[in-house]
Structure formats: structure tokens, C-alpha cells
């Protein structure tokens, strides 16, 4: 059995009862031995692998492919026996709804995300949940902050991984990232797990986050958690650095896998669109941008932010945030240039045209790149922070 993908996908189209030829959304199952053959079949030319060479490179973190490859390509390899029944049998089971059985999503070797609905923030209503289940049935979570409605999803995982000790890191305190209720969950649970939060020293100092009665522990630049994962395919120890990552906020903090070479990236970006910055919780402007250029170096190969979907190349995301921030201060610097005194009068230059409801929120856009270019020297003296024609209203 040998396998090519096109694209992602999850449902599956069972051309009858042959395995001439089956579907994936974007997989293309073909039964045979010789890729020339594959290729007349199917009518184009693409690369063919048998799914034991699709795992082994998965795990030697040679490739990055999708969870449903992944499933795929893993049951198919452990498969014994060459009836096609059987094997129709195998991609009819993974074809079943969410709802009907959990799989974890493997993006990276050890690594799960599974998004959580959460109180975020339009065009978002998920938070990527991060989950590393270890050895000795032990569990590491990033950014555990489901509601209510999403609440059965992370009841069905921990009953799945039944954790002895959970470890959770917090990128930052916002609530779509940590929510106490879930201290409050996991204590209700009928097993006793010893729980331990980590997050930046400025959420602790500044007492933004509410761990109730559990440890939360700050964590410095550079740490690095080690973690053998519970999966026997894993063979080293994944190696999990922290990241200070100022610029949303002043306590943000990324986390990079550096076997596999994956950033989880927290809200230092977003899966469509742009990052927002929290002024009122530190948030900098001229910290995002050196964290960005920051971040470039890691040279990672996938990021996963907090709120959408996973980023596939990494520099060239990190590079057009750069552009467009650094654009958009030139023209708030030139609208200053040319006279703008307020914030205001800044905005109905370079934000020209804007719907009225819009304005505040452009204002506080304004207000961050102003606060970079009095950081740099470059702000006139005689420019007024005062607002006399819109109010600077934080998104967030």
C-alpha cells in the first residue's frame, strides 16, 4: 500500500468496495507496488511513499504531514495481511465524526493539539490546547481555557489519558488561554493528579492569573522542560525551551520543541490576520518587533499560534508581520511629518475613510506605534498625547 498527499481533509470516499483507489480529501490510497503505475492511474505526477516510510520520517522528524496522514498512514503501517476488507474496515473507523472518537492531533512527534472553544475573540472562538501526554502517565498542557460547551471534549481527553501529574504552562493571562475553572474541573475529577502552573514572572508579580490553592511556579528565559513522551515511536527526550517573548503582552512566552524544530507561538500570532497588542498589559510595539526578529532566527518549521489554523512557513509569516507593522509606523510617522499633532488627527490620516465605530480601535493602534517612535526619539515634542478627537479603545 503506498500513499501521496495532496492536500489535508478528514472524510473519506469509498469508491464501492475496491481499493483501487481511495480518497482522502487530498490522500490518494492506491493499491499497488510500482509509482509509475500510480501516476497513469491517477493522471499526474507525484511523490509516493509507503506509509512505514511516512511514519519513520515522521518520528525522525524528517517530514511534517497532516493528522489525517498521519492516522492513516499508521494504522495502515501497523496493518498485517493484504485483504482489502480489512483494510477498507480501517479507513472506515477513522472516518467516524470527532464526536464519535477522539484522535489526537499530531502535527509533530509527541505533540497534540486539539482546539477547545474558548472565550477569545471574534474571527476566533478556539484556543489550540496543547497536549503532550509523558511517560509514567504524566501530562503537559499549554494554554488549558475551555467554557463550558467545550467542556466534554476536555473531560473525554483527560479520561482518555487518565494523568497522574499534569504540568500546564501558561503563555500569558488572558483568559482564552488559562481559566481557573479548569483547576476547579480537574479537582473535581475522581482520579488525583498533582497539578504544577507555569507561567512568566510578570503574571505572578502583578497577580493576573487566579491558581487558587495550586503552585504556580515562574519560569525563566531559556528554561527547558524535558519530557519523554508516552508514545513508544518517540525515542528521544522532547525538548521543550521557554521563550521570553515580550510584545503582546509584557508576560508573554512562547514555547520551541527543539527536536522538531515547532514554535508554539501563544498570541504572538495569529492564524489569519494579525496579532493584537495589550497596551494596559504591557504590550510594546518596539518589544513585538525585536521579538519577531527573534523568533526568525529559531529557523522553525512550524508554528502553532493559540487561535487558528498552524503556520507551514514560519519566516515567511514572522517577515510580512515585520513589513506590515514597519509600514504602517512610516505612515504614522510621515502623517506626523506633515502636521498631525494628536492622536486623533493621525488616525484620519492614515486610516482614511474609516467607519467611526472603527476609529477608537485604530486609535489604540496609533497609540502603540506613537509609544514605539517616543521610545526610538523620533516623536516632535510639541505631538499631544491628549485625545481631542477619539477615544483609544484596546480590542482586547
Known amino acids: 500500500m503506498m500513499g501521496g498527499l495532496v492536500g489535508g481533509g478528514e472524510r473519506f470516499n469509498l469508491e464501492g468496495n475496491s481499493l483501487n483507489r481511495v480518497n482522502v480529501d487530498g490522500l490518494r490510497l492506491v493499491k499497488g507496488a510500482n509509482k509509475d503505475d500510480f501516476n497513469r492511474l491517477i493522471g499526474e505526477e507525484v511523490n509516493w511513499w509507503n506509509p512505514q516510510e511516512i511514519i519513520s520520517q515522521f518520528y525522525n522528524n524528517q517530514v511534517l504531514i497532516s493528522p489525517q496522514l498521519y492516522h492513516v498512514a499508521l494504522q495502515l503501517a501497523d496493518h498485517r495481511g493484504d485483504d482489502d476488507q480489512s483494510i477498507v474496515k480501517i479507513l472506515q473507523d477513522l472516518s467516524l465524526k470527532p464526536q464519535d472518537r477522539i484522535f489526537p492531533s499530531y502535527y509533530s512527534p509527541g505533540i497534540q493539539i486539539l482546539p477547545i472553544e474558548s472565550h477569545t ?14 511517560a509514567n502517565q504524566s501530562l503537559f498542557l499549554v494554554d488549558p481555557a475551555p467554557h463550558q460547551l467545550s467542556l466534554p471534549s476536555f473531560t473525554r481527553l483527560l479520561q482518555t489519558l487518565q494523568p497522574l501529574s499534569i504540568q500546564i504552562f501558561i503563555t500569558h493571562h488572558h483568559a482564552d488561554h488559562f481559566s481557573p475553572d479548569v483547576l476547579d474541573f480537574l479537582s473535581s475529577q475522581p482520579y488525583s493528579a498533582s497539578i504544577q502552573l507555569y507561567t512568566h514572572s510578570n503574571n505572578i508579580n502583578s497577580s493576573r492569573i487566579n491558581h487558587g ?19 513508544p515511536r518517540v525515542k528521544n527526550e522532547l525538548e521543550i525551551q521557554v521563550l521570553d517573548t515580550p510584545g503582546h503582552t509584557d508576560g508573554h512566552m512562547c514555547l520551541y ?17 494579525s496579532s493584537v497588542l495589550s497596551a494596559p498589559d504591557g504590550g510594546n510595539m518596539k518589544q513585538y518587533l525585536e521579538t519577531c526578529r ?15 489554523p498552524l503556520v507551514w512557513n514560519v519566516g515567511k509569516l514572522l517577515r510580512e508581520y515585520i513589513i506590515h507593522r514597519t509600514e504602517r509606523e512610516r505612515q504614522i510617522e510621515a502623517a506626523i511629518r506633515e502636521g498631525a499633532k494628536t492622536m486623533g488627527e493621525v488616525v484620519e490620516v492614515v486610516y482614511k475613510g474609516i467607519n467611526d465605530s472603527l476609529k477608537p480601535v485604530a486609535a489604540y493602534n496609533v497609540s502603540l506605534h506613537v509609544e514605539k517612535l517616543k521610545e526610538d526619539g523620533k516623536l516632535p515634542k510639541d505631538f499631544n498625547f491628549e485625545q481631542e478627537k477619539v477615544q483609544v479603545k484596546s480590542p482586547l
Open 121 to 134: 475573540l471574534p474571527p476566533f472562538n478556539h484556543t489550540n490546547l496543547i497536549v503532550i501526554p509523558g
Open 213 to 231: 490553592s495550586f503552585p504556580l511556579h515562574s519560569v525563566p528565559h531559556n528554561h527547558l522542560f524535558k519530557i519523554q513522551s508516552s508514545d
Open 257 to 273: 520543541e527543539r527536536q522538531s524544530k515547532v514554535l508554539i507561538a501563544g498570541d504572538h500570532v495569529v492564524g489569519v490576520g
Open 294 to 308: 527573534e523568533l526568525l532566527k529559531l529557523e522553525a518549521r512550524m508554528m502553532v499560534p493559540a487561535h487558528g
